[in-house]
């Protein structure tokens, strides 16, 4: 027995030698085939990412939504650059002037990494919201109200149509100045001039023409109508009440944006197109108005359940985001869907779980 015990622990002795030998070189190899699989992984992945915004720039049904508590910082659900790498467009639902050093670089880190791109937003009824300068200690000292300094900032004279339209013209140059200064994308108007609002507002930009001048000036330096190839390339879009505007001035609008909130089945959506269609037929086909429709749900209240419960066209129950994903119309295509701070899905199981699945729904991935 201690003969062969002896024995074994030769064999076990020349075992470790052995294998003492040969750790170097292994280690080496294993060296090199680590650093070549990551070099072949960062390759794959950038061109992934080229990729994906070559996608962006395709013929697509897209990913849009209001983006709220925008910091650009930690918590990852307050960045831009954290939403699923498919989102099409945002908007800023909190501002989009005097963004702070954070801010711009998760715009532009999502804007030339991801394709995602950031529009100006703006609940719009009185002149300046959005870019007038907070009021200073000396219009405070001479007693002028918010009012009246914002009226005289814009050069706005109740009474005075012609200062009223100079007004608006400065205004909305004002609003494509800071889209140029921060490089967004385009302007998203928030156009409820039928609603009523928990503030006090004397809707002054939707009386007359005022509204229309305003559109007619932005609209010469961005969206479809604009007066330059780098113009065309911004979006325009309208959402709440785009049935306000006529057929001619609907072919200033890249998107209509629907607030189709608790929506409960195919046919509320069938309606709501309907009256577009009804309301601009007369400059653009069916399919064409189709195209250019955003349907949206509210993530504020019914983020946890992707929306409220909708019923498809073939009689299928599914939460209503995802029903919107699933709707078309009976001619064409549709433009895309969104949802009302998009921002609350993030707390879902996995992260942004309605977001992704809508955009697995409208344009599945290829296997």
């Known amino acids: 027995m201690k003969k062969y015990y002896i024995f074994s622990l030769f064999i076990l002795l020349f075992s470790a030698v052995s294998c003492s030998d040969w750790t170097e070189p292994s280690t080496k190899n294993i060296d090199g085939l680590l650093a070549d699989a990551d070099a072949a992984q960062a390759k794959a992945h950038e061109a992934y990412l080229a990729n994906l915004r070559a996608y962006k720039k395709t013929d697509h049904q897209v990913t849009f939504g209001w983006f709220g508590g925008w910091t650009g910082e930690s918590p990852a659900s307050r960045c831009l ?36 791109r950031a529009l100006a937003c703006a609940l719009l009824f009185d002149i300046g ?7 200073p200690k000396e219009s405070k000292d001479k007693g002028e109200t918010w009012e009246q300094y914002n009226h005289n900032y814009w050069g706005w004279v109740d009474g005075d149509e012609t200062k009223i339209n100079e007004a608006i013209v400065k205004y909305a140059n004002a609003i494509c100045d800071t889209i140029d200064k921060y490089d967004l994308d385009g302007f998203d108007l928030d156009a409820e001039p039928n609603y009523a609002q928990p503030f006090h507002t004397t ?3 939707w009386k007359n023409d005022r509204m229309n001048l305003f559109i007619r000036t932005m609209g010469k330096r961005i969206g479809p109508k604009a007066e330059t190839e780098e113009g065309r390339k911004k979006l325009l879009v309208v959402d709440g009440e785009p049935y306000w505007f ?4 609907a072919l200033y609008f890249n998107y209509y944006i629907l607030q189709a909130y608790s929506c409960r089945s195919y046919e509320d959506l069938d309606n709501r197109l309907g009256a577009l269609i009804t309301q601009f037929s007369s400059k653009q086909t ?7 429709l955003i349907v949206t749900e509210n993530f504020e209240a019914y983020a946890a359940a992707g929306g409220v419960t909708y019923t498809t066209r073939d009689g299928k129950q599914v939460p209503s985001y995802i029903g919107m994903a699933m709707w078309q119309p009976k001619k064409g295509r549709k433009g895309g869907i969104g949802s009302y701070h998009m921002e609350k899905d993030y707390a879902a199981s996995p992260v942004y779980k309605y977001l992704r699945q809508g955009v697995q729904l409208m344009n599945p991935a290829i296997k």
Do not use: C, H
């Open 129 to 135: 919201k959005g870019v007038t300068p907070a009021q």
């Open 286 to 292: 069916e399919e064409e108005i189709a195209k250019k």
């Open 203 to 205: 809707k002054e930009m």
């Open 246 to 249: 006529s057929a001619d001035m």
């Open 81 to 116: 650059y954290n939403l699923p790498d498919s989102t099409d467009f945002v908007s800023l639902w909190d501002g989009f002037s005097n963004l702070t050093p954070a801010q711009q670089a998760d715009l532009k880190r999502a804007k030339e990494v991801k394709g995602i």
